[in-house]
């Protein structure tokens, strides 16, 4: 197994997330432990290096991988950074009171990963990683916890959450969800919930089915889909942040989309605020209806003789 593979195994041993696991991250972890082709690990040593004439110098000269000179703030931003937040490496441990962009700036492995890498193939190895991780902590676990809490929480009326991805466009999505909905569709069930992340986050295919709805690659369907079956309308609600709002030619779309639907439908734009609102105020279709979360209480009618009736 070549050297940067092993490196890129520590690596995933040590709690690294997959973007710190190329081919780049192995070969600075390489150049931080002063490791070549053919140098055991347990030789490993500690010695301060930069990022060009060190790091990447090292990986140039060593393994003949060559990197453009503007490659430098990769090395620094996807790999270095991670490593010392990680405990992996410390930032200018020569001298801490470096200004950030120090040409001086250095980086050295940390004593920590250093016990841990001469130990590589050996009976130590796990107890080792187990230490460490228990010690410094995984950063892909903590990446993660993250994440997680910035997920935007949506309860259903089924009691069913949905973890929205953090963002402008599922906040408000997750508004239409909690302010819209017990307002001006009561009792309306959820048939279809998009996520900027992942899509298709919630569909009912059952129900969008009895409604004569097929979903193909082709059909971009709205970013709420509301279905009142008491008065047997379908709400098709556009989600305005950076994508558009019912545009006349939007409007065509879902009705060629949803003919066969029985249901009467009523089409929504969905924006945050007034601000945002005015940017598209010349381009929203007649005969539909705007709400603005900031105003949850009121909506806007474009015209026509029905108020939040199906056309």
């Known amino acids: 197994m070549s050297k940067i593979r092993e490196a890129q195994k520590i690596l995933k041993a040590l709690g690294l997330p997959g973007e710190q696991q190329n081919e780049m991250a192995a070969l600075t972890l390489l150049a931080l432990a002063g490791i070549g082709p053919a140098d055991p690990w347990k030789n490993a040593t500690k010695k301060s290096l930069t990022v060009t004439k060190g790091i990447m110098a090292f990986a140039a000269e060593r393994y003949q991988k060559k990197y453009a ?10 790999v270095l950074h991670q490593f010392v937040q990680c405990r992996v490496a410390d930032y200018n441990p020569d001298n801490p009171s470096l200004p950030t962009n120090s040409p001086n700036a250095h980086y050295a492995i940390s004593d920590a990963a250093l016990t841990v890498i001469r130990a590589w193939k050996t009976k130590d190895w796990e107890a080792e990683c187990e230490q460490y991780r228990r010690q410094q902590g995984s950063l892909l676990e903590l ?11 949506v309860c259903l009326s089924t009691g069913e959450v949905l973890k929205l991805s953090p963002g402008r466009h599922n906040q408000l999505q997750a508004a239409v969800i909690r302010e819209f909905c017990p307002r001006f569709a009561p009792g309306a069930h959820l048939l279809y919930f998009g996520d900027t992340a992942k899509k298709n986050l919630f569909v009912d295919n059952s129900a969008l089915g009895e409604l004569s ?3 193909t690659e082709h059909n971009k369907l709205p970013d ?3 279905y009142d079956r008491t008065h047997n309308r379908l709400f098709l609600i ?6 558009g709002p019912m545009t006349p030619k939007r409007v065509f779309e879902l009705k060629e989309m ?7 439908i009523i089409f929504v734009s969905a924006f945050p605020d007034f601000a945002q609102f005015r940017k598209h105020l010349k381009n929203i279709a007649w005969e539909t209806e705007v709400w ?5 209480d009121h909506l806007i009618h474009y015209n026509g003789d029905r108020f939040l009736g199906p056309r």
């Open 258 to 264: 949803f003919a066969r639907c029985p249901a009467g």
């Open 238 to 243: 556009e989600v305005v942040t950076s994508h």
């Open 143 to 153: 990446y993660n916890k993250k994440r997680t809490a910035a997920f935007v929480p």
């Open 292 to 296: 603005i979360a900031e105003i949850p």
């Open 69 to 78: 000179p503007n490659t430098r703030e990769t090395f620094r931003r996807h």
């Open 213 to 215: 709805v097929v979903i």
């Open 224 to 226: 709420v889909v509301l």
